[in-house]
């Protein structure tokens, strides 16, 4: 499948939502899960093609030729008008996803597969907690929108400065703190500390951590040391590392990710 852009938005200033839209999402399915995605294919200037595009044929590329895949959120899916909004964070001219984001334009393409997932807030729960940063933020905003009505949902998120605040809603009884990295000497430690320092909502708790590893891994070492959450109610995914690049973080990723899930094993 392959999406183009219909319109583009400016949320924050490190925050660009596309809309897509055409006849190459005639076959996209509906998303199941609060916490959807969808693996879209970005073309490096050297490409020399352009979607819809043979994904097997393009395998046999140099490598600087050769799409890079990335996990984008699905903020929202439009059926009557066939139109997928991703929301992506940009930060300059970093990152094969948030450069595209930053210069897409109406009738561009980027080709793209799922959507998947497996992440809803659980109706077991008597209360929801969504920490992240604002590479996070489409997601915990989608959850959000999913949070059963009247339950309490206290979201911890960290950003650059005010500026890059969103506004949230739910039809749960939502809380928001937003926490500012600017200028902040240990900014890894900005969510676990809030997080220590804030009551969390009473009742059985889900838990909804994703964002930067080493931040992500201390809220989930947090969370679980002090059994403030059950495991099964606790979705957490590390997106990003501080000081690697996308290409240096995907081949460090699995590994990375056993070594927080034996921290508390």
Known sequence: MYGTVVRTEQLTPHLVRVVLGGEGLDDFAEPTFA?????????????????PFDTE?????????RPYPRRISVRSWEPRRRELAVDIAVH???????????????????????????FSPPTSA?????????????????????????????????????D??????????LRVVYLHRDGHPV???????ALAATPLP????SAFVHGEAESIRAVRRHLLERSLVDPALLSCSPYWRRGS?????????????????????
């Open 126 to 162: 008597e209360a929801y907690l969504l920490v992240g940063d604002e590479s996070a933020l489409p997601a915990v905003a989608a959850c959000l929108e999913a949070v059963p009505a009247g339950r309490p949902a206290l979201a911890l998120l960290e950003v650059d400065g005010p």
């Open 187 to 193: 900014p890894t430690g900005l969510l676990v500390d």
């Open 35 to 51: 916490d959807s995605y969808v693996n879209m294919f970005f073309l490096p200037p050297e490409a020399g093609y352009q979607p």
């Open 245 to 265: 690049t996308d290409e240096e973080w995907r081949s460090v990723k699995a590994d990375w990710v056993r070594a927080m899930q034996a921290d508390t094993a």
């Open 57 to 65: 044929t393009v395998r046999d590329l140099p490598r600087h030729r």
């Open 92 to 118: 300059g001219e970093v990152g094969y996803a948030g450069r595209w984001a930053r210069h897409a334009a109406p009738g561009d393409r980027v080709q793209l597969r799922g959507p998947a997932g497996d």
């Open 202 to 205: 009473p009742g059985r708790l």
């Open 164 to 173: 890059d605040e969103l506004a949230l809603d739910s039809p749960g009884d």
